[in-house]
C-alpha cells in the first residue's frame, strides 16, 4: 500500500496543476476519441448492421452513456493521473485483478493504435487504387508509428502542440465532409438500401460493440485529473461533452454515407467508406479532401494514443503493478514503456487486418469496462454517491453486447475469438504470478484499504 501511495505522489509532481482548461480538456477529448473509429469501423458496422448502421451509432452512444456514469462519478471524487489504474486500484486493491484489468486497458489502447495506422495506410493508398491486401498498406503504417514515436521522444510540448492542431482541422473537415455528403445526397436521413428486416436483429446488437470502441477514447480523459481546472467538477464535464459531440460528428458521417452510398458499396469499402462515398457525392475533390483528412485524423489520434499508453504503462510500473525491464536503454521509464507500445503496435499492425484487430479491441475493452462497473458497485458506490441500478445496467449492457458479438465472431472467425480468450486469460494469469496474490491483504482479512485521494 505505501508503494501504491509513493507511486501517486511522484505521479501528482509530473503533472502541472490547473493546466489544462475545461475547453482544452474537450479539445483534447474529442481530438482522442474523432479517429480512426469513423473512418474504419463506419463499414465494418455496417457490414454487421446492414441499412439500421446509423442507429447503431446512437445505440452505441447511449451504453458508452450508462458506461461513461461509473468514470465521472469516480473522476468527481477522486481525480487523479491514475486514471484507469487509480479506479481499479481503489476497486480491487494493488493486486493481481486490478493490475490485470489495467493492463487490458492498455493493451486495448494498444490494438487502437494499430487499428488507426492501419486505417492510416489504407486511406493512404486509396489515390493509387492498390488492393487491401497490398505488403505497402503494413509499411505505411508502421511507417507512421515510427514518426509518432519520434514526435512523443521530442518531448510533450511537441504533442501537445502538434496534437491540439491537427484536432481542430480533423474534427471541423469531418464536419464539412458529412454536412456536403449529406447536402449532395438530398439531406435525406434515409438509407440508400431499404431494410428488408421490419426491425434490427442480432447483427445490429453485435455492431453495437464496434460502435462502443469508436466512443471508447472518452476513457482517456480521466488521467487528465492531476492537470484539469477545478477538477472534481471539470473532468466529468469533459467526458459528458466529448461523448455528446462525438455523437453528433457520428451520426452526421453515418447518415451522409449511408445516403451516397447502398449497403453493398458500404461494405464492399468497408475499410475506407468515408472516401468512397465522398466521390459520388463531392466529385474528385471531395474524394481527395477525404482522404488528405483521414491521413491528418489518424496521425493525430496515433500521436496522442501513443503518449496517453506510454505514460500509462510508466505509472503501472511505478505503483509495481508490472514488472520493468530496461534492457540497457537509456532515459526514464516512460521513455522504455514508449519504445514497448510502438514495437507491440506495429506487430499488431503488421499481422492483423482491420477487421481483426477491431474485433480484439471490443473484447478487451468490454471486458476491462466490465470489471471497472462491478468493482465500483460492490465496493465504491456509496463512498462517491452512485446509483447502483445504473452501475448494474452499464454492466448487464456491455455483457449482453459482448455475447452477441462474440457469437457471431464464433461464427464467422472463430480464430480472432480463441486469440482473444488465450491473451485475456495469459494477462491475468502472468498478473497473478507476478503480484502473488489475487485481490490485496486488506480485502483476503475482510478489512478495507484506505482511499487516498490523488487530486
Request: glycine share 8%; charged share 15%.
Amino acid at each position: 500500500m505505501k508503494t501504491v501511495k509513493t507511486a501517486l505522489a511522484k505521479m501528482k509532481t509530473d503533472y502541472k496543476k490547473n493546466s489544462i482548461s475545461l475547453i482544452d480538456g474537450i479539445s483534447m477529448g474529442t481530438g482522442v476519441m474523432i479517429g480512426a473509429g469513423i473512418f474504419a469501423l463506419t463499414g465494418q458496422i455496417a457490414e454487421l448492421a446492414g441499412p439500421w448502421f446509423p442507429l447503431s451509432f446512437i445505440a452505441g452512444a447511449i451504453i458508452t452513456g450508462f458506461s461513461a456514469y461509473t468514470y465521472v462519478k469516480m473522476s468527481n471524487a477522486y481525480p487523479s493521473a491514475g486514471g484507469i489504474a487509480m479506479i481499479l486500484k481503489k476497486a480491487y486493491g494493488p493486486a493481481g485483478l486490478a493490475a490485470g484489468a489495467s493492463l487490458l486497458m492498455a493493451f486495448s489502447m494498444v490494438i487502437n493504435e494499430s487499428l488507426v495506422a492501419r486505417t492510416f495506410g489504407t486511406y493512404a493508398l486509396r489515390p493509387f487504387d492498390l488492393p487491401d491486401d497490398t505488403f505497402l498498406v503494413p509499411l505505411l503504417s508502421v511507417a507512421l508509428i515510427i514518426f509518432a514515436f519520434l514526435v512523443n521522444v521530442a518531448g510533450n510540448r511537441s504533442v501537445g502542440l502538434f496534437s491540439f492542431i491537427m484536432a481542430l482541422i480533423k474534427i471541423g473537415g469531418i464536419a464539412i465532409f458529412g454536412a456536403a455528403a449529406l447536402w449532395a445526397g438530398g439531406i435525406s436521413f434515409e438509407p440508400a438500401s431499404a431494410s428488408s428486416d421490419p426491425v434490427p436483429g442480432f447483427g445490429f446488437v453485435a455492431s453495437i460493440a464496434l460502435s462502443i470502441l469508436a466512443f471508447k477514447g472518452f476513457t482517456t480523459i480521466t488521467n487528465s485529473g492531476a492537470e484539469m481546472v477545478d477538477p472534481h467538477k471539470n473532468v466529468g464535464r469533459t467526458i459528458i461533452a466529448s461523448i455528446a459531440i462525438c455523437v453528433v460528428v457520428y451520426l452526421l458521417v453515418a447518415f451522409a454515407v449511408g445516403s451516397n452510398l447502398s449497403l453493398d458499396q458500404i461494405v464492399e469499402a468497408k475499410n475506407y467508406s468515408l472516401a468512397r462515398a465522398a466521390e459520388p457525392a463531392l466529385g474528385r475533390t471531395g474524394f481527395y479532401f477525404t482522404i488528405a483528412l483521414a491521413v491528418v485524423a489518424t496521425a493525430s489520434g496515433l500521436l496522442a494514443s501513443i503518449f496517453a499508453v506510454s505514460r500509462m504503462l510508466a505509472m503501472l510500473t511505478d505503483m509495481k503493478m508490472i514488472p520493468h525491464r530496461h534492457f540497457g536503454m537509456p532515459g526514464p521509464i516512460q521513455k522504455h514503456t514508449l519504445v514497448y507500445t510502438v514495437v507491440l503496435a506495429a506487430i499488431l499492425t503488421v499481422f492483423f487486418d482491420l477487421t481483426r484487430i477491431a474485433s480484439l479491441g471490443v473484447f478487451f475493452y468490454l471486458i476491462m469496462d466490465m470489471l471497472i462497473h462491478w468493482g465500483v458497485f460492490r465496493k465504491l458506490r456509496n463512498e462517491i454517491g452512485a446509483r447502483g441500478w445504473i452501475l448494474l445496467m452499464a454492466l448487464a449492457l456491455d455483457a449482453v453486447v459482448l455475447a452477441v458479438f462474440a457469437a457471431m465472431k464464433l461464427r464467422s472467425d472463430p480464430m480472432i475469438v480463441a486469440i482473444a480468450v488465450v491473451s485475456i486469460a495469459a494477462v491475468f494469469m502472468y498478473e497473478r504470478f507476478f503480484l502473488s496474490s489475487w485481490i490485496s491483504e486488506e480485502e483476503a482479512a475482510g478489512g478495507r484499504e484506505p482511499h487516498d485521494a490523488a487530486g
